[in-house]
């Protein structure tokens, strides 16, 4: 469970700002980049320089604050939580359904084929990889590899690349990453 932080806040802001620039979120953009779409192919190196500043900044960002993190584990069993959850995502579909209106499409099948297709693919990366789908760790990991590289980046000196995995992470190459590799699958 995370925390509701000033950091989440600033994050999702800058992320939705950023995701209306790039025309899409990280695999959107890795996603088009892949197809040959300009903006997208400029916008990868400053997405990854963006990621590696987040990182490099990160303590800073998490002393500003947070609330306790609310799991509903903690407070139900798994079933009652479970059905909670459906509960409310139930009443937020049907909140948007009236927010549309009666008789208009709000709803296509093409869009339920794709949430299916992601489920499916999201659960066969978290059982291969042992983690969870994400792009942006790769992209913080290349441009983390290249300052390290070029001698203008010490990550000892820093808290999260100073961390024992990413140290690791950072003498390894990035075919044994599990989320570079997973970034260069949706550039091809």
């Known amino acids: 469970a995370g925390p509701i932080s000033v950091s989440l806040l600033a994050g999702a802001f800058m992320f939705g700002a950023s995701m209306?620039?790039?025309?899409?979120?990280?695999?959107?953009?890795?996603?088009k980049a892949g197809m040959g779409y300009t903006l997208n192919i400029g916008i990868l190196p400053l997405f990854a320089l963006g990621s590696f500043l987040g990182s490099v900044h990160l303590p800073f960002w998490l002393s500003l604050g947070s609330m306790s993190p609310i799991l509903l584990l903690d407070h139900f069993d798994a079933s009652i939580s479970l059905a909670l959850t459906a509960s409310f995502l139930m009443l937020l579909l049907l909140?948007?359904?009236?927010?549309?209106?009666?008789?208009?499409?709000?709803?296509?099948?093409?869009?339920?084929?794709?949430?299916?297709?992601?489920?499916?693919?999201?659960?066969?990366?978290?059982?291969?990889?042992?983690?969870?789908?994400?792009?942006?760790?790769?992209?913080?990991?290349?441009?983390?590899?290249?300052?390290?590289?070029?001698?203008?980046?010490?990550p000892s000196q820093h808290g999260f690349w100073g961390a024992v995995q990413h140290q690791e992470r950072l003498r390894e190459s990035v075919l044994l990453d599990v989320t570079s590799m997973t970034n260069i699958g949706i550039l091809a």
């Open 95 to 154: 909140m948007v359904r009236l927010y549309v209106g009666p008789r208009k499409t709000w709803i296509k099948a093409n869009w339920v084929y794709g949430g299916i297709g992601l489920a499916i693919f999201a659960t066969i990366n978290l059982i291969l990889a042992g983690q969870a789908w994400g792009v942006v760790y790769g992209f913080g990991l290349w441009a983390a590899k290249i300052a390290t590289a070029s001698s203008l980046f010490d």
């Open 20 to 31: 209306q620039i790039a025309d899409g979120c990280g695999s959107g953009t890795l996603y």
